[in-house]
């Protein structure tokens, strides 16, 4: 494959495309606006909401961003919701009932794209302040779609916690992760960071053998699995996730060491 190229370039955010300080180098901007002079799409895949797009937005104003884990595409450069798949109030219900049920002290909150919403004993740890997050109770946040559900656990850890998250939904949504803390992260069934960028890649044209996507945690695992699978390349950063790692089809550096911008450079 040492002369293929990419016709769609995908990255992750956290922990890939961005440094730890949450800052995108020059270096790879320069790249990125290299690969976007040659007509090459980027996609920026991520579990971040819509509303959490507004920084990058200032940095690579272009493109189109699979956010909550795929649940909703969003046009950066208009800042306009191209498409969304929902979790259901029925579902909704349910599950909250049932992890609540086996899991007394776990606490939910809901992303609603530009609107957050969370339980009042729920902590969370970005934006307790900003305009658009508010309190509300279970019983409140259950009653409308939701372009994801959060679960959070202060005191399991956090892959047991997933487990029994997993466990809990079945298939009646999909549920990932990719924080340090006991947090899972529940979509609509089959919505994932691959059905978002499978979308995306059929508006230009493009299969997976075509694509070159980067990641560094579980939540990226479908994502890696479509375009591996599809003759595509999955590029881990150094510090993923073993579980990413596992399904990689290459590695490159940290994200401080803007791994992303020299993956692409060696294509």
């Keep these: 494959m040492s002369d293929w190229r990419p016709k769609l370039i995908a990255s992750d955010?956290?922990?890939t495309l961005l440094h730890w300080d949450e800052t995108v180098s020059a270096a790879t901007v320069a790249e990125l606006e290299r690969w976007r002079a040659a007509d090459v799409p980027f996609v920026l895949a991520t579990g971040r909401p819509p509303r959490w797009m507004r920084g990058i937005r200032e940095v690579l104003g272009w493109g189109t961003a699979v956010c909550c884990n795929g649940a909703v595409l969003l046009d950066l450069e208009r800042f306009e919701v191209?498409?969304?798949?929902?979790?259901?109030?029925?579902?909704?219900?349910?599950?909250t009932a049932e992890l609540r049920a086996q899991q007394p002290e776990t606490w939910f909150a809901?992303?609603?794209?530009?609107?957050?919403?969370?339980?009042p004993v729920y902590r969370p740890?970005?934006?307790v302040d900003a305009p658009g997050v508010e309190v509300a109770t279970l019983e409140e946040m259950v009653q409308a779609p939701v372009a994801k559900l959060?679960?959070?656990?202060?005191?399991?850890?956090?892959?047991?916690?997933?487990?029994?998250?997993g466990a809990v939904v079945g298939d009646r949504a999909t549920v990932t992760h990719s924080s340090s803390d006991a947090l899972a992260e529940i979509s609509a069934a089959g919505v994932t960071k691959a059905s978002g960028l499978a979308k995306i890649a059929a508006r230009h044209g493009v299969g997976p053998e075509d694509v070159v996507v980067f990641?560094?945690?579980?939540?990226?695992?479908?994502?890696?699995?479509?375009?591996?699978?599809?003759g595509g390349r999955a590029v881990a950063m150094a510090h993923a996730h073993p579980d990413l790692l596992a399904v990689a089809t290459d590695v490159t550096g940290t994200n401080d060491d803007d791994g992303v911008a020299d993956f692409l450079r060696s294509l």
């Excluded at 191209?82 to 219900?93: A, G, H, Q």
């Excluded at 959060?150 to 998250?165: G, T, W």
């Excluded at 990641?215 to 599809?230: K, S, T």
């Design 150 to 165: 959060l679960a959070r656990h202060e005191r399991l850890d956090r892959d047991e916690f997933v487990a029994v998250v």
């Design 110 to 119: 809901v992303e609603y794209g530009l609107e957050f919403r969370h339980e």
């Design 13 to 15: 955010m956290d922990g």
């Design 215 to 230: 990641g560094d945690m579980p939540n990226d695992i479908a994502a890696f699995e479509w375009v591996r699978d599809g």
């Design 125 to 127: 740890r970005w934006d």
């Design 82 to 95: 191209l498409d969304e798949d929902l979790l259901s109030p029925e579902i909704l219900r349910g599950v």
